[in-house]
């Protein structure tokens, strides 16, 4: 089974999940934005995460996601689905759902809202682990769940789950990295959270981290390719180092109001027609919008990309 497993590496981008004129799931619009980021050098996707308005979607809208860019991404990218939902039964029958239709992988996070202690956390991953047999990738984000999962439990999950694959850590803490890279010994790939306000890209390259799980490549995601894979050499230390602080205002703009308000509102700069968030989530002003359009214009972001 570990032999089969897609295991995340470089730069693999949290997908903005595109409604229609009437809040719907748009499928087609879907399929450009797997299109753009396969031809424009990104790893891998994952689908409904923070960026894909998880919580927002109904469990049928989730189901259909799943089935239908499983489908039309095999081939093309790895894709793993988020699966969290309220409880673990949930979890597990969305993660089984992933599995059916051929998925990569499945993406978890803790159950929002309820604030589970350490064990419970270990409890509900293990579950969904060994319900399934495809790639699982854990992430760790408190600021949407309140609670951090401990280094302790990560690397526990690690030595008990044999297709737990993949930590992206959304943290501003360098020692959280620190403590999960030492503790899995390099069976886990450690992936990092892109938001410049935690600052943790470059320190996890630096201590032999696998890439980003990033928001920005939605919008330039050749540029956050280049600057996610591992370093092998000097040459990708310099190569990397210049090229975030060369695209840092894109990130910067990216995380400028609550994720994915922003990032989406970019995406359908670019001519790719996502519509709006959903609420409570909200619709950005023509004020709002003009900084995050002053800047997608002083980094020609249509024309380098000829849209």
């Known amino acids: 089974m570990t032999e089969e497993l897609v295991r995340p590496e470089g730069s693999w981008v949290a997908l903005v999940t595109p409604f229609d004129g009437n809040g719907n799931v748009d499928m087609d619009c879907f399929c450009k ?8 050098g990104t790893d891998g ?6 960026t894909g308005e998880s919580p927002s979607l109904n469990i049928e809208e989730r189901s259909d996601i799943i089935k239908e860019m499983t489908a039309y991404c095999r081939g093309k990218i790895p894709a793993f689905h988020g699966v969290t939902c309220s409880t673990t039964a949930a979890t597990v029958d969305l993660a089984r759902l992933a ?14 809202y309820v604030a589970p202690p350490q064990s419970a956390i270990y409890d509900f991953f293990k579950t969904v682990c060994d319900s399934i047999k495809i790639a699982v990738a854990l992430y760790n984000n408190p600021a949407r769940v309140v609670v951090n999962i401990a280094p302790e439990t990560i690397i526990r999950l690690t030595r008990d789950c044999p297709n737990l694959v ?16 030492d503790g899995t010994g390099g069976k886990l ?7 410049p306000p935690y600052a943790i890209t470059l320190p996890t390259l630096a201590m032999g981290g696998h890439g980003t799980a990033n ?10 390719a280049e600057l996610s894979q591992p370093w092998k050499g000097w040459e990708d230390v310099v190569n ?5 602080f060369e695209n840092l205002p894109v990130m910067e703009a990216a995380y400028s109001h609550t994720n994915p308000v922003a990032v989406k509102a970019m995406v ?40």
């Open 33 to 40: 934005l797997v299109d753009f980021q396969a031809a424009n």
């Open 45 to 50: 996707l994952l689908f409904m995460g923070s």
């Open 99 to 112: 599995e059916d239709v051929g998925a990569d992988g499945v993406m978890m996070v803790v159950p929002p």
């Open 166 to 181: 993949a930590d992206k850590e959304a943290v501003p803490s360098v020692n959280q990295l620190t403590s999960v890279m």
């Open 189 to 195: 790939r450690l992936l990092c959270c892109d938001a």
């Open 215 to 224: 928001v920005t490549g939605n919008v330039i995601p050749k540029e956050m």
């Open 240 to 244: 990397c180092r210049e090229s975030y």
């Open 268 to 307: 359908k700069m670019l001519g790719f027609p996502v519509g709006e968030p959903r609420a409570p989530l909200p619709t950005l002003s023509a004020k709002q919008l003009q900084p995050l359009e002053e800047l997608v214009s002083h980094f020609k972001i249509r024309e380098r990309y000829g849209l």
